[in-house]
């Protein structure tokens, strides 16, 4: 890579992220690792929800997933083909993190809550190996 590739690599090029932001470097990092793109080539939204078919693609980018190895398959009547998150939806069912919102559909446009988030992250976690031990010994549940 050259240095005016690097350069252009570290310039942000997001109208509504700024240094002074809270999530700057987090956006920065993202975007450079390539988990996250914006909404736009311009624009971030960082306050903006996130859905079902964003977040499994969040997953499957930091996963690395070979995306032309689960193109032009859908498991689900609700993921069509072509869209950007349908091979990452692909790769979450055959690896077990998701089983969708019933036996034909996923809800991709649906906002993801944190109930979900956990449960996709728990069998991504689990599915791959990561260790996720906090080392907290949880014994039991508050009354």
């Known amino acids: 890579m050259s ?3 690097k350069r252009d690599l570290l310039k942000n090029p997001f109208e509504d992220v700024s ?3 809270w999530c700057y470097d987090a956006i920065q990092y993202v975007r450079i690792n390539e988990i996250f793109n914006g909404t736009t080539p311009t624009t971030f939204r960082f306050n903006d929800t ?18 032309e190895n689960y193109e032009g398959k859908s498991s689900f009547s609700d993921v069509p083909e ?4 349908a091979p990452y939806v692909e790769w979450a069912v055959k690896h077990g993190i998701t089983n969708g919102t019933s036996e034909d559909t996923f809800s991709p ?3 993801i809550n944190r109930q ?15 260790d996720y031990d906090t080392g907290a ?7």
């Open 109 to 111: 446009n649906a906002l």
């Open 3 to 5: 240095n005016a590739e």
């Open 116 to 130: 979900q988030m956990a449960t996709f992250f728990a069998r991504y976690f689990e599915a791959f190996g990561v």
């Open 82 to 85: 072509k869209k950007y998150y």
């Open 19 to 21: 240094e002074s932001d």
């Open 50 to 67: 996130l859905t079902r078919g964003m977040f499994v693609t969040v997953l499957g980018r930091m996963a690395g997933v070979d995306v």
């Open 137 to 143: 010994n949880i014994t039991s549940v508050p009354d």
